[in-house]
């Protein structure tokens, strides 16, 4: 009995040992550290979040870089996931929904607000935008009337640049896959953009070009990007320069779900009009999707004649010009 004893302990006592070393390895060594990682993104927000994009923003810290995620809205929802300091809302948004305005949900998310950057483009063929506070991307599904959105935010004062872009990429892809979503991704991703600077009124080659600027002499600079069928959300901006350069009118184009998020009429089959004296709206039938686009055009309070003939003609100009250049028809303009 006492051999038996001693072989027992001489076998326990190794195997307590490697049990002991292979913890301290796991929770230890930096690749015990990698798989931790992976093991809490199998769970964490529906798995829909990459391990290789996303370690740049957590530094594999499982609890200070994936602090939060939840379920919202039931299940028509949407995640909402924070990664490092960068949050990430999720959704499956099928081309019916619209905003009900009731409880918070997933438009109010893609209508959170603007910055002083203009959206730009992603490069790759992705369809999105980036304005370097956040992020967007959206893939359409082949089979089905939906598409994927993925729109990220920051915590802090960090730069929404081209690693930003690519971890909501690469979740898009996921998300696709997770929700059995035929979409087809896009390629390598441009740089982080420069951001736009203002030019001459007479310079419009981009979002702005359309606009009829030559007589309105209040319009002392504009500020656009490059368009790009891939564009998700449009602006144009033109502005003053008296004691300093404020904004005076803010031309948008919204495509797609951004459409769906945005579009001002409150009624069915309202698809132009006006809210107020500083807000115009128009919309057009654009293909592949039932979403009509819907261009914006506002007013500032810096504007203190009346402008409301160059408003019109400014959203007519920059809704041709947009609408024209993804083959979208039947624009309704406010009457």
Same mark, same amino acid.
């Given at each position: 009995?006492?051999?038996?004893?001693r072989?027992?302990?001489?076998?326990a #006592?190794?195997?307590?040992?490697?049990v002991?070393?292979? &913890?301290g390895w796991?929770?230890?060594?930096d690749?015990?550290?990698?798989? !931790?990682?992976?093991d809490? #993104?199998?769970?964490?927000?529906?798995?829909l979040?990459?391990?290789?994009?996303?370690a740049?923003?957590?530094?594999?810290d499982t609890?200070?870089? #994936?602090?939060?995620d939840v379920?919202?809205?039931g299940s028509?929802?949407? *995640?909402?996931c924070?990664?490092?300091k960068t949050?990430?809302t999720?959704a499956?948004?099928p *081309? @019916?929904a619209?905003?009900d305005?009731?409880?918070?949900?997933v438009f109010?998310?893609?209508?959170?607000?603007?910055t002083?950057?203009?959206?730009?483009s992603l490069g790759?063929?992705?369809?999105? &935008?980036?304005d370097l506070?956040?992020?967007a991307?959206v893939?359409?599904?082949g089979n089905?009337?939906? @598409?994927?959105?993925v729109r990220?935010?920051?915590?802090g004062r960090?730069v929404?640049?081209?690693t930003t872009?690519? #971890?909501?990429?690469a979740?898009?892809?996921?998300?696709a896959e997770?929700?059995d979503?035929e979409?087809?991704?896009?390629g390598r991703?441009?740089?982080?953009?420069a951001?736009p600077?203002?030019?001459?009124?007479?310079a419009?080659?981009?979002?702005?070009?359309?606009i009829?600027?030559r007589?309105?002499?209040?319009v002392?600079?504009?500020k656009?990007?490059?368009t790009?069928d @891939?564009?998700?959300? *449009?602006?144009?901006?033109?502005g003053?320069?008296e004691?300093r350069?404020?904004?005076?009118?803010?031309?948008?184009?919204?495509?797609g779900?951004?459409?769906?998020a945005?579009h001002p009429?409150?009624?069915?089959?309202?698809?132009?009009?006006?809210?107020g004296?500083d807000?115009?709206w128009?919309?057009?039938?654009?293909p592949?999707t039932?979403? !009509?686009?819907?261009f914006?055009i506002?007013?500032?309070d810096?504007v203190?004649?009346?402008v409301?003939?160059?408003?019109?003609?400014?959203?007519k100009?920059?809704?041709e010009?947009?609408a024209?250049? !993804?083959?979208?028809?039947?624009l309704?303009?406010p009457a």
């Open positions: 009995m006492t051999v038996i004893r072989l027992a302990l001489y076998v #006592l190794p195997l307590a040992l490697a002991v070393a292979g &913890y796991y929770r230890l060594s690749t015990g550290k990698r798989w !931790r990682y992976e809490k #993104l199998a769970t964490y927000c529906q798995g979040i990459p391990p290789e994009e996303s740049g923003f957590t530094d594999y609890e200070r870089g #994936l602090p939060n379920h919202r809205g028509d929802g949407y *995640e909402f924070v990664v490092g949050t990430l999720i499956l948004i *081309e @019916s619209r905003d305005d009731g409880a918070r949900g109010d998310e893609l209508r959170s607000s603007r002083g950057t203009l959206p730009m790759g063929g992705w369809h999105g &935008y980036t506070n956040s992020t991307v893939l359409d599904c089905k009337d939906a @598409s994927v959105v990220t935010g920051r915590r960090a929404a640049g081209r872009a690519e #971890l909501a990429a979740t898009a892809v996921r998300a997770h929700w979503c979409a087809r991704p896009g991703m441009s740089p982080t953009p951001e600077e203002e030019e001459s009124r007479f419009a080659k981009g979002t702005c070009a359309g009829p600027m007589d309105m002499d209040i002392h600079w504009i656009e990007t490059p790009a @891939s564009l998700m959300t *449009e602006t144009c901006v033109l003053e320069t004691a350069a404020e904004e005076l009118f803010q031309a948008r184009a919204y495509f779900p951004f459409a769906q945005w009429g409150g009624e069915p089959g309202r698809d132009a009009g006006r809210h004296s807000f115009l128009a919309t057009a039938e654009c592949g039932s979403a !009509r686009a819907v914006t506002s007013t500032t810096y203190h004649e009346d409301e003939d160059f408003a019109r003609a400014a959203l100009g920059f809704a010009r947009s024209g250049q !993804r083959g979208c028809t039947d309704k303009l």
